[in-house]
């Protein structure tokens, strides 16, 4: 078994690959064409690289990306999850229409005195952030540069906690509008997913409950006078897991 | 409205890639769930940046996204992993050379070829699986994908030249693996 080393041999190696894929000028062709003729190591080398992309294309098997992964990206960037295959042209209609005209049942359960809509805008604003360039106003980890950002854009700045040593990192905040008031929601990360975490001050009804609508899972609670709402396509469990965590950390 | 105008790019533009997504991330990861999850991250991301796209190969631009998503998703969750592909800079130096397996002078080329062609399925995946993951992705792209060698140098951010020669070495160890195996 012998090493080739030498720097002009390596060169037509590459030049060989660069041939039978067809990357060569007209001249280099040529000049790699006579030396293929006249070397038969370049030539045997030639026909091992057509040999492999021949068995590369007709032999492995093509794997097409499954049907529940294009709905999921649908979800994830503002499409709606619809099952089966869905037509992506005609998804693209507004994601508030599919969640007010095709929810209802989800929804009912949802509603209460409580709740009076703020559900659907506690997702609706999770979702603009999720198809907005940026899905947060204000990008930081540090609870001290998230908490006065909101000063001045809202009358009253949200308990803002650090849970990244708890694996939800804080990614920011943005302010969102349920009815007719701004309010803000911090945004967390869990791997790749978001969490929006909305706060509405003054809750005069409290609220404890977990949903699931369209692929969000929801959790609102309230504490000290403030109706906490969660959201995210995290599973249940962990999203669960956030909010207990959000709920029992000293401020 | 605005937000139309980007789901409709994303359509355009993201959406006719999702097989190729995922064949990548799957080969670069060697696992389908994980191939899922890089691909929703990597269309959120493209989804996010597609107002800033300006123009250009639609495949090439998702596919480096794609790429991107995956490597960073292997430091988060596999740094082991990735750790080797640091360490890929000598073996990259290394230059291509003529295959070490076949013996000088004067041979029939036909059966050797012959017997490369016909490798079978399992013998290939297992021989890309080994490959060094630079050197994976690059093959993954050029035989099974299809780019041109710019087009990978753009994915995946290194100059034709790198391309030619990390082709040329995943080629010929994947040559060696089938003969080795018969």
Not at chain 1, 59 to 79: K, M, N
Not at chain 1, 144 to 164: C, S
Not at chain 2, 73 to 101: C, F, G, I, K, Y
Request: include cysteine; proline fraction near 5%.
């Amino acid at each position: 078994m012998t090493i080739v080393t030498h720097g002009e041999d390596d060169r037509a190696v590459l030049l060989v690959h660069a041939y039978v894929d067809g990357e060569l000028d007209p001249a280099n062709v040529i000049a790699l064409e006579q030396r293929m003729a006249a070397e038969p190591k370049l030539a045997a080398e030639q026909a091992r690289v057509v040999a492999l992309r021949r068995a590369l294309r007709e032999r492995l098997p093509q794997e097409a990306a499954p049907p529940s992964l294009e709905a999921r990206v649908g979800r994830t960037v503002g499409l709606t999850a619809a099952r089966a295959r869905p037509t992506w042209l005609a998804l693209a209609a507004s994601v508030l229409l599919a969640i007010f005209a095709s929810s209802g049942g989800t929804w009912y359960a949802l509603q209460s005195p409580a709740d009076d809509g703020t559900a659907e805008a506690v997702i609706a604003g999770h979702l603009r952030a999720l198809m907005a360039p940026q899905a947060i106003d204000v990008a930081s980890s540090d609870r001290h540069t998230v908490k006065p950002w909101f000063n001045g854009r809202i009358p009253q700045a949200p308990r803002v906690i650090d849970l990244a040593q708890d694996g939800f990192p804080l990614l920011g905040g943005r302010v969102d509008v349920v009815g007719r008031t701004p309010v803000p929601s911090l945004v967390y990360g869990r791997r790749q997913h978001l969490i929006s975490l909305t706060a509405i001050p003054d809750a005069s009804v409290a609220i404890d409950k977990s949903q699931s609508a369209r692929g969000y899972n929801v959790i609102a609670w309230t504490a000290d006078g403030v109706n906490y709402w969660a959201v995210s396509d995290l599973n249940p469990s962990e999203l669960q897991t956030f909010a207990r965590l959000f709920r029992d950390a000293p401020s | 409205m605005s937000g139309e105008d980007t789901r409709a790019r994303f359509e355009r533009i993201v959406r006719p890639h999702l097989g190729d997504a995922y064949a990548l991330a799957r080969w670069i990861t060697g696992d389908r769930a994980d191939a899922e999850d890089i691909v929703q991250e990597a269309c959120l991301r493209a989804f996010r940046a597609i107002n800033g796209y300006s123009g250009g190969n639609t495949r090439a631009w998702v596919l480096t996204i794609v790429r991107n998503t995956a490597y960073t998703w292997l430091a988060r969750n596999r740094s082991a992993v990735v750790t080797t592909v640091d360490d890929l800079a000598a073996t990259e130096h290394a230059n291509a050379s003529l295959a070490e397996a076949s013996a000088d002078g004067a041979y029939a080329a036909n059966p050797e070829s012959d017997l490369i062609a016909m490798a079978d399925a399992a013998r290939l995946e297992a021989a890309i699986a080994a490959l060094p993951p630079h050197f994976r992705d690059t093959l993954v792209l050029r035989d099974i994908q299809g780019l041109d060698y710019r087009e990978i140098a753009a994915v995946t951010d290194v100059p034709v030249g790198t391309v030619m020669s990390r082709l040329a070495r995943a080629r010929q160890r994947l040559i060696r693996a089938i003969e080795a195996g018969e």
